[in-house]
């Protein structure tokens, strides 16, 4: 039950987990109000401030902390309590504020420090890109989108060539500067549905949603150029690249199956010495040659 809770909720835009939450302040509230005050129930109202500061925002947890302690001291107003002093309500209302408030903090610090640590393990940390875990997560969506729908989708591996070679003589930090310069041109080519990740030491993948043939060649073709041009103006003149894209205009296809299609039409491109660049279809004779032996493979 509670995971089903937490899938609604996770699901649902701040402005409904804002309003869920400030409807049960109301019931809390009314609940109060009946039970009398010797009954407390107070800190039942730190359920709708976590629900609002960990699935909404901080600043709706803040705003369901206040509404909280407000309620509460309405309620306690109305009760006709026999306080010594008139002060004591509001007292005890700006104190309840301030805890509410630091539940509040706590709650939407702990889920940022949590989402930066599941950006963090998703994410290579030299170029930026997504790693291996982060491109098949966000491929797998891309992919089902794809089966979904019914649109096109291109996915491509590209390496690096002669990269080693930068390595052994120009020395390590040139390496990462050659793959900081590939990830930064790949992640300024790339629109916001693509995915885009550096899955191995010089090996980088591109999936590209509702992309046809044709929409591949235009693209591939030009980030190649890119690319290269990118390279030659760092003076790395030993280092170039191929790429290998494999496209499917109709799912549903394994994204395992393309993945390793993709790397070795890149290996034809490599061997070929011409423009470093080979695309096909899924459906071509010696792409679907090349998916039977991936899965074969497999």
């Known amino acids: 039950m509670l995971r089903s809770l937490h899938s609604f909720l996770a699901n649902q835009p701040a402005r409904i987990v804002g309003y869920l939450a400030f409807a049960l302040v109301i019931v809390l509230a009314g609940i109060d109000n009946i039970t009398g005050y010797e009954l407390s129930i107070s800190v039942f109202y730190?359920?709708?401030?976590s629900i609002a500061a960990w699935y909404g925002s901080r600043l709706m947890g803040y705003i369901v902390s206040g509404l909280s302690a407000g309620t509460w001291m309405i309620v306690e107003a109305t009760s006709s309590i026999p306080y010594s002093q008139s002060w004591i309500l509001f007292w005890n209302?700006?104190?309840?504020?301030?805890?509410?408030?630091i539940v509040a903090y706590l709650i939407a610090e702990l889920r940022t420090q949590l989402q930066r640590q599941e950006q963090l393990a998703r994410t290579d940390n030299l170029t930026g890109l997504l790693n291996r875990a982060g491109f098949f997560e966000r491929a797998q969506l891309a992919a089902n989108a794809a089966?979904?729908?019914?649109?096109?989708?291109?996915?491509?591996y590209i390496d690096l060539d002669g990269f080693k070679k930068i390595n052994d003589t120009l020395g390590h930090l040139q390496g990462d500067e050659a793959l900081?310069?590939?990830g930064d041109i790949l992640g300024g080519s790339s629109r916001d549905s693509d995915v885009v990740a550096r899955i191995g030491g010089d090996e980088f993948v591109?999936?590209?949603p509702?992309?046809?043939l044709a929409g591949a060649h235009a693209y591939f073709d030009k980030l190649h150029l890119e690319l290269r041009r990118g390279i030659r103006l760092k003076g790395w003149s030993t280092l170039d690249l191929s790429i290998g894209a494999v496209v499917y205009e109709e799912a549903p296809?394994?994204?395992?199956d393309a993945l390793r299609a993709a790397d070795n039409l890149m290996y034809r491109a490599k061997r070929s010495g011409k423009t470093g660049v080979v695309i096909e279809g899924a459906a071509s004779p010696s792409a679907a040659a090349v998916l039977r032996a991936a899965s074969a493979d497999a």
């Open 253 to 256: 296809f394994d994204l395992f």
């Open 147 to 156: 089966s979904r729908y019914g649109y096109a989708i291109a996915i491509a």
């Open 93 to 101: 209302s700006a104190v309840r504020m301030i805890a509410f408030v």
């Open 206 to 208: 591109v999936l590209l």
């Open 210 to 212: 509702d992309t046809t």
């Open 180 to 182: 900081k310069a590939v």
């Open 46 to 49: 730190l359920i709708p401030i």
